[in-house]
C-alpha cells in the first residue's frame, strides 16, 4: 500500500509516521523491520490562495485574447 506522509525533525534525525490505517491494513507491529521507498513530492499551489476572492470571466482570460486595433 502506498500513503503521503510528512517528516519531522527528532534529534539529528527525520521521522516520518507510519498511519494507524496502513498498520493495521498490513499488520505492522512494534520493532517490525520494514522496507520503504522514499520519493520527494512537488508541492501544489493547491490552497495556496486561500481566503482571496474567486476570479471573473474577465480575470481568467486577461491576457490570453489580445484586441485586434
Known sequence: METL??????????VVTIPKTLVEEEGL????????????????????????ASLSKEDEFKGQLEENE
Request: charged share 30%.
Open 29 to 52: 507491529t512494534e520493532n517490525q523491520p520494514v522496507k520503504i521507498e522514499v520519493k520527494k513530492i512537488r508541492k501544489s499551489g493547491f490552497g495556496i490562495s486561500n481566503g482571496m
Open 5 to 14: 506522509t510528512k517528516t519531522r525533525k527528532i534529534g539529528g534525525s527525520l
